[in-house]
């Protein structure tokens, strides 16, 4: 889209915290306070654009496009959108979220999006000051991050003496634990930090400068979550653990490698030892070939278990 804009103002409309990530596009920025609406669109944001359009499926989100009242207005079919007036395109739930603005670039005459990895391309300031971040955490060693924490879905959650055994495994091969989440999560990761031997990054640090920690650890491991895929936007080798989601819709994109949760059992029944493993291996840059009977994946129909079955946990 920026691209496609050939020097035209482009913005984004993004919550406070993550304002100094944008940075790393040449974009303009406007903060959305908490909760806003059609009202505070309509009195901040009515008539400085030709084109509006938002990548959530949400109501909310919906409603503060219409108070937008761009010629051009454009969001997801459903919740209330053709109500309020948008003009709606459909997503296909069979793809990966990349995608779901595809049907919404058409009507702009744009491509759709590829399905190479892309990365967020940090300042040279936010990169050196995560390495100087980390050196202090971890005290010189080098760093496995930890991402335990997740919002609104307990489901997705690997359960918190999982990560502690997990952070064991890999202070046992010779890193420093890191264990980073966001406000309100404090309690969750200052009891893994203390169950395995870690040290908390303190989740009250701006996104930018955690963004910065995490592209200058070795590797991570985490639930499906936003700082999860973050990790693996800025480069870090990652490990996603996948419950009731599919990796398929929800993957990160990046140096990435998945583990999915058998069924029964979900999370909880992934071994951390094992997730252990992978880590060092993604780590290493080394491939996930696994034999058959330690396939994390169950076997069956559809493409994961065909991955199960090629005797790899990553395409």
């Known amino acids: 889209m920026l691209r496609a804009n050939r020097g035209g103002e482009t913005t984004l409309v993004l919550p406070s915290a993550h304002l100094p990530l ?92 590829g399905d190479a990895p892309v990365q967020l391309s940090l300042a040279p300031a936010c990169r050196l000051r995560g390495r100087r971040d980390v050196a202090d955490l971890a005290g010189g060693r080098g760093a496995a991050i930890l991402c335990p924490g997740v919002r609104h879905r307990p489901a997705k959650r690997y359960p918190a003496e999982r990560f502690v055994a997990v952070g064991r495994a890999l202070r046992g ?22 169950g395995c031997g870690g040290v908390v990054v303190p989740a009250g640090w701006a996104l930018d400068r955690i963004a910065g920690v995490l592209g200058a650890s070795e590797v991570a491991v985490g639930n499906d979550s936003g700082l999860t895929h973050l990790a693996a936007a800025v480069g870090c080798p990652t490990v996603v653990l996948h419950g009731p989601t599919d990796p398929l819709r929800t993957g990160a994109a990046g140096r990435v490698r998945t583990l999915v949760a058998p069924e029964p059992g979900g999370l ?36 994961l278990a065909q991955l199960a079955e090629q005797g790899t946990l990553n395409p």
């Open 173 to 194: 091969a010779g890193w420093a634990v890191l264990v980073a989440g966001g406000p309100g999560e404090e309690p969750l990761l200052a009891a893994v930090a203390a």
């Open 22 to 113: 944008a940075g790393a596009l040449a974009v303009q920025v406007v903060a959305r306070p908490p909760g806003a609406g059609w009202s505070w669109a309509r009195r901040a944001l009515r008539g400085r654009f030709d084109v509006a359009l938002t990548a959530r499926h949400s109501t909310r989100a919906k409603t503060l496009l219409a108070g937008v009242r761009a010629p051009l207005r454009l969001a997801s079919a459903g919740r209330g959108a053709f109500c309020l007036g948008l003009r709606t395109f459909a997503v296909c739930r069979r793809r990966h979220q990349r995608h779901d603005l595809d049907e919404a670039l058409a009507h702009l005459g744009l491509p759709p999006v």
């Open 268 to 303: 909880a029944a992934l071994c951390p030892h094992r997730v252990a493993w992978v880590a060092r291996a993604a780590a290493a840059g080394e491939g996930l070939h696994v034999p058959r009977e330690d396939a994390m994946i169950p076997f069956g129909g559809g493409p």
